[in-house]
């Protein structure tokens, strides 16, 4: 079975700082990977996905994620980190029968 | 699209009541998932169905769950008696059946409190 395993359930960084989330995944066949956020009582929101089109994966808000095989990482990261990318962001992988398997989540805090 | 509608968006019932959530997917979808998201366990997959037939309910915690979708534009996630552990968000998310590369669209969710 896949799974994904995402090291920090809290980050921390000043605005304007690099935002660097990460994921790591377990697959069996070549992975499509997948990263969420989350807002305050809101549902998931798609930031990006990976489909094996091309290994660096550009997302909505200015979030990027790299995809690299030999590390079995699909990190999240964004240049610049704003007040309101403070938010819960999930880390999945496709599983059979195209169901999500999600990581623990990660919260973002932004410190002015 | 008004995107996935979940209903209610609260939810509070006192321990032993049947408690009924429902679910709207997005027009033309096939696949449509149940997730239940706590602080203990996070985002679990509970049931999912696709073309409205149930393929995987290895999720679902005890008999006391249930889940239907009678039709391709609604789905029920039913738990009798409800018990103070299934206080949780439960999501409903749907998406188009195209394969393992597709991403799922998820409602608002339904806050459930059983006290």
């Known amino acids: 079975a896949q799974s994904v395993t995402q090291l920090g359930s809290h980050v921390s960084v000043s605005e304007g700082a690099l935002v660097l989330l990460r994921c790591n995944y377990s697959?069996?066949?070549?992975?499509?990977l997948f990263w969420y956020v989350q807002y305050p009582n809101q549902g998931l929101q798609l930031l990006l996905k990976?489909?094996?089109?091309?290994?660096l994966v550009k997302g909505i808000n200015g979030f990027e994620a790299e995809f690299k095989k030999s590390e079995t990482s699909f990190h999240l990261t964004k240049p610049s980190a704003h007040m309101s990318d403070a938010a819960e962001y999930f880390c999945?992988?496709?599983?059979?029968?195209?169901?999500?398997?999600f990581g623990a989540g990660t919260i973002l805090r932004v410190k002015s | 699209d008004a995107g996935v509608i979940q209903s209610p968006r609260h939810e509070v019932t006192e321990m032993g009541q049947e408690v009924t959530l429902r679910c709207k997917p997005i027009?033309?979808?096939?696949?449509l998932f149940w997730y239940r998201q706590t602080m203990m366990r996070g985002l679990e997959l509970l049931i999912y169905?696709?073309?409205?037939?149930?393929?995987?309910d290895s999720g679902m915690p005890e008999d006391r769950f249930s889940a239907k979708m009678p039709n391709a534009s609604f789905s029920t996630l039913k738990i009798q008696p409800s018990e103070p552990r299934d206080s949780a968000v439960y999501f409903c998310?749907?998406?188009?059946?195209?394969?393992?590369?597709?991403?799922?669209?998820f409602g608002q969710g339904t806050r459930l409190t059983v006290v």
């Open positions: 998310a749907s998406s188009p059946l195209r394969g393992r590369n597709t991403e799922a669209f």
């Open positions: 697959s069996s066949v070549p992975p499509y």
């Open positions: 990976y489909t094996s089109a091309a290994t």
């Open positions: 999945a992988v496709s599983d059979r029968g195209n169901k999500l398997v």
């Open positions: 027009s033309g979808h096939n696949s």
């Open positions: 169905f696709n073309n409205n037939v149930p393929i995987d």
